[in-house]
Structure formats: structure tokens, C-alpha cells
């Protein structure tokens, strides 16, 4: 059981069965799922499967990644075994608290701030939505695709203020257009397909279990280039770009309607976001 002091924090549960238990929610979490931990929260993640549960993790901050490199070892080094002492700096140097290690807990006899909250989600849990179709263009077209996407984590989601999480699908030869975020970096992790991806000047196939970071103002488009549906996460390091999802989408219970272009274009002015095709202004070019 530990917590990090000052960052949110998302773990995917890329293969394996889980428990988790997160402040005072519990529950058995498989492949595909997900959970929100906010900074401050107690945490303690357990692997009740058969097999070997396979996660990521991404922070809202900087800071853990120090606990990690000081506990550890790079693959060509040879171990050598750490004193409690030495996990006590190392916990320290991360901005965490382990509660078994008689570490001083600083947010001990404090009343916690209201913010985020913890969320424990299975794979086909969270606000499910549908591409709004372009003139001409079939409403299943694009990442988003009836019963396949979702937005997790965000403020009107779980009221998370630093990080931000959608799912989503590609069917074979479909495509991401090329656009920029003008205020949040993004991390694209590809959990199943091939897509070749387009980011400043640099072109690469990536494959599942590959990713990609985007930084902010920085051009990028993505294709699906395989045979079989893509599927992917993108994580934002700040609100925006879920605003102009439901901008231009439907809850999925919802018929979705052709969208104008002056539609598109107040979508994408909504979420901070620029499409090379549109003919919207850039603010950095």
C-alpha cells in the first residue's frame, strides 16, 4: 500500500487479472481495463490471476520515474540488494509513501481536498460516444466506431484537472487527419493494429504494444495501415481535446447527425486543436 504525493496517476491493465484497491473502492480489474489514482490516495494493486499481469502506468507529473531508477538496476548491471534505509531515500526522491516502510506520512491528521476522484473501470465501462458523420461520410467512420470508444477520465468524468483518457478504433484503411494540439501533450498507445504515424518530420509503422508521444504544437496524423480493427488509448496531460469529442459526437445511445463544416471547425476551437485540412487559423505554425 503506498501513495504519491504530488501525482495523478493511470494504470492500464494490459494483460492479467488484478485487485485494486484505491482509497476505500475495491475490485477485480482484466485486460483492457483501467485505474485513476489521485495524488494523496492510498493504492495497492494485486495480481489474483493465472497468468502475468502485464500494466502501464502513466503520472500527471514527473517524480516516480526517480523512485523507480533508484531502486533499480539498468538490465546490463548486476543486481545488488537494497536496505531499508536506501528505500526510505529512494521513496523520498519519488514523491512517495510506502505504508509498511514506517515512513512519515505528511498528509497524516489533514483532511483531504476535494478534486479527483478514484475511478476502477473495466474495458467497456465509461461515457461511450459516436463520430457526428462528415457530409457523405458513414457515422461508424474514424476512431471513434459504435461500441468501441470511450472517454474515462476527465474533468466532467471523474473531475481529474491534469491528466485525460479516451479509448478508441480504427477499421482497417481509416485514418486520424493530420492536426496539432495547442495545449496538451498526448501519449498514443497502440494495444491492438498497425497504424503508420506521421509526427513533425518523422514517419514510423508502429505496432501493438508500441506507443507515441506527441508533443504539444506539433503536427500529427495516423493510419491505419493493417488488416484488422486498431485499437487504441490516448492519454492528454491536460483537459481540452474531450471537449471537442463531444463536440463532435453522440452518446452512443444517440443517432449521430452530418456535421457542417462550421460545426467542425467550432469542435476543434472548443478542444484546442487545429486540422491541416480545415482551413482553421494556427496559432503557432
Not at 494490459?14 to 495524488?39: C, K, S, W, Y
Not at 529512494?90 to 506520512?105: S, T
Amino acid at each position: 500500500m503506498h501513495k504519491h504525493l504530488e501525482q495523478d496517476e493511470i494504470i492500464l491493465i494490459e494483460q492479467g487479472t488484478i485487485h485494486a484497491h484505491v482509497g476505500n473502492q475495491e475490485r477485480d480489474l482484466h485486460a483492457g481495463g483501467m485505474v485513476f489514482i489521485p495524488a494523496h490516495t492510498w493504492v495497492s494493486v494485486k495480481n489474483t490471476g493465472t497468468e502475468t499481469a502485464s500494466t502501464v502506468s502513466i503520472f500527471s507529473a514527473p517524480g516516480f520515474e526517480d523512485h523507480l531508477r533508484c531502486e533499480s538496476v539498468l538490465a546490463s548491471e548486476k543486481l545488488t540488494t537494497i536496505s531499508r534505509a536506501e528505500e526510505n531515500e529512494c521513496d523520498h526522491l519519488g514523491h512517495v509513501v510506502y505504508r509498511d516502510r514506517g515512513e512519515k506520512d505528511p498528509d497524516s491528521g489533514t483532511t483531504a481536498e476535494s478534486g479527483a476522484k478514484p475511478l476502477l473501470l473495466e474495458k467497456n465501462e465509461g461515457e461511450q460516444r459516436t463520430w457526428r458523420p462528415e457530409p457523405g461520410e458513414a457515422a461508424s467512420n474514424g476512431l471513434i466506431i459504435t461500441g468501441g470508444s470511450f472517454i474515462k477520465v476527465s474533468p466532467k468524468n471523474n473531475g481529474s484537472q491534469h491528466l485525460v483518457l479516451m479509448t478508441g478504433s480504427m477499421a482497417p484503411g481509416d485514418a486520424i487527419p493530420t492536426h496539432k494540439h495547442l495545449g496538451q501533450d498526448e501519449i498514443l498507445l497502440i494495444e491492438e493494429g498497425t497504424v503508420r504515424v506521421h509526427l513533425g518530420d518523422q514517419y514510423r509503422d508502429i505496432h501493438a504494444g508500441g506507443m507515441v508521444f506527441i508533443p504539444a504544437y506539433t503536427w500529427v496524423g495516423v493510419n491505419n495501415i493493417g488488416s484488422e480493427t486498431e485499437r487504441g488509448v490516448a492519454i492528454f496531460s491536460a483537459p481540452g481535446f474531450e471537449d471537442h469529442v463531444r463536440c463532435e459526437s453522440v452518446p452512443v445511445s444517440e443517432k449521430p447527425t452530418t456535421m457542417t463544416p462550421a460545426e467542425e471547425n467550432e469542435c476543434a476551437h472548443v478542444g484546442h486543436v487545429v486540422y491541416r485540412d480545415r482551413g482553421e487559423q494556427d496559432s503557432k505554425n
